[in-house]
């Protein structure tokens, strides 16, 4: 692979969610994206977010708190990641993680570009919900799916429904049961 045309700062110590910021304004300017902005979001299923119509990417303060502490090169890592979606809009008009966003990473050093990884759960205490149903087995009771708000299906439509690779067992045999 030939040399990347990026001078990326290596992740410095990120004491605190101002030093992230401070380092993703850095990145974005390294790479020729000055004109982008930095933001952070709330989320708690993802770690960032690229808004190519907005011109900024994010990371979620959660994830952020929750890895501070413990691996502060994750957090550099998803912001590459999320650098990598800037520059493939911005150079190629390109979205998700195809081969135009993998040659982006490819050229910041990302080796491993997995879009999404299993990492430790981040939502906070206070956002963290029991769900309320419960997808079972009408005979067995094994449990496929919670669900926080009840879906907008009827008994009649779970009856159609069926878990791909086991259609033989489960079709006709889901019900939704309140927890």
Not at 88 to 104: E, I, L, P
Not at 111 to 122: E, H, I, N, S, V
Not at 142 to 169: L, T
């Amino acid at each position: 692979m030939s040399s990347s045309p990026y001078k990326l700062p290596a992740c410095p110590p990120l004491p605190d969610a101002a030093a992230v910021a401070a380092h993703a304004q850095v990145c974005l300017a390294a790479v020729g994206l000055g004109d982008w902005s930095f933001a952070w979001d709330r989320a708690v299923k993802r770690m960032g977010c690229c808004r190519p119509a907005r011109r900024s990417i994010s990371l979620s303060r959660y994830f952020v708190q929750a890895y501070l502490g413990i691996d502060p090169q994750e957090i550099h890592l998803t912001l590459l990641h999320e650098i990598a979606h800037a520059l493939a809009w911005h150079h190629r008009r390109a979205r998700a993680h195809g081969a135009v966003w993998r040659h982006y990473c490819a050229l910041l050093g990302l080796t491993d570009t997995r879009a999404t990884k299993a990492l430790q759960d981040f939502t906070p205490p206070h956002l963290q919900r029991q769900p309320r149903y419960a997808l079972c087995h009408a005979q067995t009771g094994e449990i496929y799916r919670y669900y926080n708000r009840h879906p907008r299906r009827s008994a009649a439509q779970w009856r159609r429904c069926y878990i791909p690779g086991r259609k033989a067992d489960t079709l006709g045999q889901l019900i939704l049961r309140p927890l």
